[in-house]
């Protein structure tokens, strides 16, 4: 057989029958893991629940893959192509057992299913984390009611799979412009690109309050790179797919794919990891086709990478009754992560058409903060944003009441359209046992699966560094030339929060009662099952955390190539690209 | 320097990938003279009840409103996705012809436009599938659409609880209710009210429905015009939007220096001279200050 695939809803070797892995969810994570076992000659089954829309993401001719994304809101953003649809997949939520079984039926940080995950949603943002974020356990202490964690790796250990990262999916950055930064082995692979205006505006009005504004680094080409083009700032980046490839969402499965040792089965939705007696091995995956009908695959290993909720739900559907796979610890599913953003809203007189540029091009880092020092608590990154989305600014106006000549007074002045600037802290979340997914014990899906519950509610360590950044935040619109500036109510006004930043739930670490995964995210339960996604994460610092998830997923797939030698290997792999992979057979 | 934009129709790019076969529902459903949905819902009476709201809530004059953007023809095909194959839920990618392709050494606007993609149909899959006949026909219409019925006394507008009517079931029984509320303010009917009355009617029938009819036209203005409205682009035009950009984008990339450049009609990094930068009008002014002030935060001038 040959690429690409001729068959429905198959992507890459539709030959392949047996396979040394199977990778659930062709995301960030999965996609990173795969190319690194894939490049090493192992057979990699991928099953992804959403659909593909990268044309030819298989095929080596050049000019591929073709985007059928494009700059069209309603598709995107209105009728959600590539997110989670409520209608036929709710989740439910609650603050605390006293909500009772639910608060709430519906959207909880849905993410989008589909070939590149949330990847090809995101506006790129690829900060590093700083060595600080892995050792907060021992920096922070006893923090009541919180269960703060070293990871167990630091930094160094992790460098070289970001600098892989980085080269793999192409970042462009200023090495030398954050002085916050952790230290790193060599420059971006690309310098930044274009800045948008309301960039320029918020970085003027932090330099005049003595902060350190930077070119936010991030996955959108500005050289022409790995067969991709030079981003264009089309203005559709953030919650839309890159309609010219300019963004790296598909690049690692992309070689994936090329290499010829995968098979990626897309709308299939796995429903059941299933194991040996001894519940130390996963044996097979059942998951329905795209017709909806049964089917499974097996393998000689797992990994999952489905999100961190989806993941925790695929558990616990696999042992109904029980506590869930790989679940002697009690702490699947929690310590459940999202970034707690306080959003310092900012309306000027001039028009910042946001409708240009990469959604976001700048930010900085001093509000990350120190641990320990109440004169800089530990906050987040700060991005600088606009409004480029049309129907959904009419739909601010219309939601307050406004009709007739009123209504189109405001669809013309456009206050939280194309007069707003945003200053968006992505303060970091508390680790907290509470916090966690579980399976609704009532409410199902379309398919009649159950559907993951989110209890949560944040800690006061996250609101105490709301509380202090956010009048800060006020400030520095004053000093960039503001009119107006306030804060955003919690969650953005909304019931529960909206980051689309998801970590935690299968917690690494060395100590099996205390963590799901250990320090290369296999499972202390389950010998051959891996978690490659966000939810090996003890802590979730105060950064964007996708760059950090796929450098995570390619240190865990090199460990299953070579636990000895895992960086060796990645560092081997990024050098081989597609129709060149290693003849070596899996291990 | 690699191929920047090869210049490949929709079909031709699935013929060479190979996916024509495997995907036999798109060579026969491109309509370019209909947009590809040639499907309407309403009745002539249902229509003009419906524009008649349409403009009470977005009147024309100055800037464009509802009618002048073709936002009721936008909702009369939505409602009758399901009654053309494939329906017209999502449109194809990546370019709608509206910019050209850059020229690939200097970046520059060509004179080579792509063809408009946006006038293809991209098939659901089977959740999306379930996902908007569900949206337009109701809970009842899929299999499992009241899998959680058994909560829909707790919660009657969460997903799946089974009480969703659709809302071509919501738009036709809206029509009967602003007609009824009509009569009984003693009108003749429904076109007879003025427009507070018409808002006030609207206002009266079922929530559901004030909130979907608002979330479409906002849809029907801004969107692109390939789904029936936002005519002649006169939505993106009167309310200062650029709309889709691709292939050309607004950064200009010289291949020859490798300097990213302004395009100057659109300017990203710097203020556009050619966009209202003067404030807001007098009374949204206001609302934001009232809005500010109710959020502790700060007017700085």
């Known amino acids: 057989m040959a690429l690409p695939s001729r068959v429905p809803n198959v992507l890459g070797e539709t030959s392949l029958e047996r396979f040394d892995a199977i990778v659930i969810g062709f995301g960030a994570g999965g996609g990173a893991a795969t190319r690194v076992l894939a490049t090493n000659g192992l057979k990699v089954c991928v099953l992804e629940a959403g659909n593909n829309y990268f044309l030819g993401l298989d095929d080596p001719a050049p000019g591929n893959p073709v985007s059928l994304f494009s700059n069209d809101e309603l598709k995107l953003s209105a009728r959600e192509l590539i997110r989670q649809q409520a209608r036929v997949e709710p989740r439910t939520f609650r603050e605390s057992e006293a909500d009772g079984p639910r608060r709430l039926i519906g959207e909880v940080q849905n993410l989008p299913k589909t070939v590149g995950g949330g990847w090809v949603h995101a506006d790129m943002k690829t900060p590093r984390f700083t060595e600080l974020d892995f050792r907060l356990g021992t920096l922070l202490g006893d923090v009541p009611g919180a269960s703060f964690a070293d990871w167990p790796l630091d930094y160094a250990e992790l460098e070289p799979y970001y600098a892989a990262t980085e080269r793999l999916i192409g970042v462009a950055g200023d090495a030398s412009a954050d002085p916050f930064a952790a230290p790193r082995s060599g420059p971006y692979p690309m310098p930044p690109g274009a800045r948008m205006y309301v960039d320029s505006v918020l970085a003027d009005g932090a330099r005049k309050l003595g902060l350190n504004p930077y070119p936010y680094p991030g996955a959108q080409t500005t050289r022409f790179y790995r067969d991709r083009p030079p981003c264009n700032d089309c203005g559709f980046c953030s919650g839309y797919g890159c309609p010219i490839n300019a963004k790296g969402s598909v690049a690692m499965q992309r070689d994936a794919l090329l290499t010829g040792n995968v098979q990626v089965r897309y709308n299939a939705i796995a429903t059941r990891l299933v194991t040996d007696a001894s519940r130390r091995r996963v044996t097979s995956v059942e998951y329905l086709d795209p017709d909806g009908n049964p089917a499974s695959v097996s393998a000689d290993r797992v990994l999952l990478a489905a999100s961190p909720i989806e993941s925790t739900r695929l558990l616990l559907m696999s042992d109904p009754g029980g506590p869930g796979l790989g679940n002697s610890s009690g702490l699947v599913g929690r310590n459940l992560m999202f970034h707690h953003q306080t959003i310092g809203v900012g309306i000027y007189r001039q028009d910042f058409h946001g409708e240009r540029g990469k959604s976001v091009s700048g930010g900085f880092s001093d509000f990350r903060g120190v641990p320990n020092d109440p004169e800089r608590p530990l906050g987040g990154v700060v991005e600088f944003g606009t409004n480029s989305e049309k129907i959904v600014d009419a739909m601010q106006y219309m939601s307050l009441g406004f009709r007739g000549e009123a209504l189109k007074s405001y669809l013309r002045s456009s206050p939280f359209g194309r007069h707003i600037a945003v200053l968006i802290m992505q303060g970091e979340d508390a680790p907290q046992p509470t916090n966690r997914v579980d399976l609704d014990p009532d409410v199902k899906d379309i398919n009649g699966l159950p559907v993951p519950r989110i209890t949560y509610a944040p800690h006061p360590f996250e609101i105490t560094a709301r509380m202090f950044y956010a009048p800060k935040l006020i400030a520095l619109h004053g000093a960039a030339g503001a009119q107006f500036a306030f804060v955003a109510p919690n969650y953005d006004g909304g019931p529960t929060p909206t980051t689309s930043h998801i970590m935690g739930t299968m917690r690494m670490g060395n100590d099996p009662a205390l963590s799901v995964t250990d320090r290369f995210c296999r499972f202390h339960d389950v010998d051959n099952l891996y978690s490659a996604d966000g939810a090996p994460f003890p802590t979730g610092s105060g950064y964007n955390p996708t760059l950090t998830i796929q450098a995570l997923a390619l240190r865990t797939a090199g460990a299953i190539v070579d636990p000895l030698r895992p960086e060796a290997v990645v560092e081997k792999s990024v050098t081989l690209r597609g129709g060149r992979a290693s003849s070596k057979p899996a291990a | 320097m690699p191929l920047l934009y090869r210049r490949r129709t929709f079909l031709q790019l699935l013929a060479a990938s190979g996916a024509a076969t495997a995907l036999p529902w798109l060579p026969g459903c491109s309509d370019r003279a209909s947009g590809g949905a040639a499907a309407r819902f309403f009745t002539p009476e249902e229509r003009a009840v419906i524009e008649q709201l349409a403009a009470a809530v977005l009147p024309e004059g100055g800037t464009v409103g509802a009618l002048g953007t073709d936002a009721v023809e936008y909702i009369d ?78 919660d009657p507008g969460a997903p799946l609880t089974g009480t969703w009517p659709g809302l071509r079931a919501l738009y036709r029984q809206a029509v009967v209710d602003l007609n009824a509320y009509a009569t009984a303010q003693g009108a003749p009917d429904f076109a007879s009210l003025d427009d507070a009355q018409k808002l006030a009617a609207m206002s009266a029938v079922d929530a559901r429905f004030a909130d979907a009819f608002l979330a479409n036209l906002a849809e029907g203005m801004f969107s692109a015009p390939e789904y029936g409205g936002n005519r002649d682009l006169a939505g993106w035009r009167d309310y200062a939007f650029d709309g889709d950009s691709q292939p050309l984008g607004h950064t200009l990339f010289d291949a020859t220096t490798e300097t990213l450049y302004d395009r100057p009609d659109q300017p990203n990094q710097t203020l556009d001279p050619a966009r209202p930068n003067d404030g807001l009008e007098p009374e949204v002014e206001s609302f934001v200050a009232t809005i500010t002030l109710a959020q502790g935060g700060m007017r700085f001038f």
């Open chain 2, 77 to 154: 095909r939505w409602l009758a996705a399901f009654d053309d194959a494939p329906p017209a839920i999502y449109r194809g990618g990546p370019f709608s012809g509206r910019t050209p392709f850059p020229d690939p050494a200097t970046g520059m606007p060509s004179d080579d436009f792509p063809d408009d993609a946006f006038l293809e149909i991209l098939p659901p899959t089977r959740m999306q599938e379930l996902s908007f006949r569900i949206e337009l026909l109701g809970a009842a219409s899929v299999a499992n659409g009241n899998v959680n019925a058994a909560l829909a006394a707790s």
